[in-house]
């Protein structure tokens, strides 16, 4: 897990707060770099800086780039792993979301594990938005 680099890549459709408190529908692409350091044998912080470009019928430009941040800490317990994370998009016509999220995931398998999460997230657009899931999710390496 530990790389002189750390990095993420992600895109899809996903759905974002909006104008009046409703959520849109947007089409992103976004990825990071950044560093991972080990804190003891079983915790590990790392913080990235990120980019992102979204397509956004609220925005008036076809396309809208945003620079931003994504920080946290993973800790190995015996029930798998906790971590607590900070991420934020600063988009270049005002828009500001931010999001801290706190998330224990238990592995099913080498490629498998179920996640159960707390976020709590914050826009200038579309306000305040707090969230539990409970997540399947398959990895591919």
């Known amino acids: 897990m530990l790389q002189p680099w750390s990095w993420q890549v992600a895109g899809g459709l996903e759905r974002v707060p909006g104008k009046d408190g409703d959520e849109t529908l947007v089409s992103h692409l976004n990825g990071g770099v950044g560093g991972s350091w ?21 925005f008036g430009a076809f396309v809208a780039g945003a620079g931003g941040f994504d920080t946290g800490l993973l800790w190995r317990n015996p029930l798998g792993t906790l971590s607590l994370e900070a991420a934020g998009d600063y988009f270049h016509n005002g828009e500001v979301r931010r999001r801290l999220s706190l998330n224990q995931q238990w592995e099913l398998g080498p490629d498998l594990g179920l996640r159960l999460s707390a976020e709590r997230s914050f826009s200038q657009l579309g306000g305040n938005d707090n969230e539990v899931m409970l997540q399947l999710r398959w990895y591919h390496y």
Not at 38 to 58: F, K, S
């Open 38 to 58: 080990q804190l003891g044998d079983d915790a590990l912080y790392y913080a990235l800086a990120t980019a992102r470009v979204e397509h956004n019928p609220d």
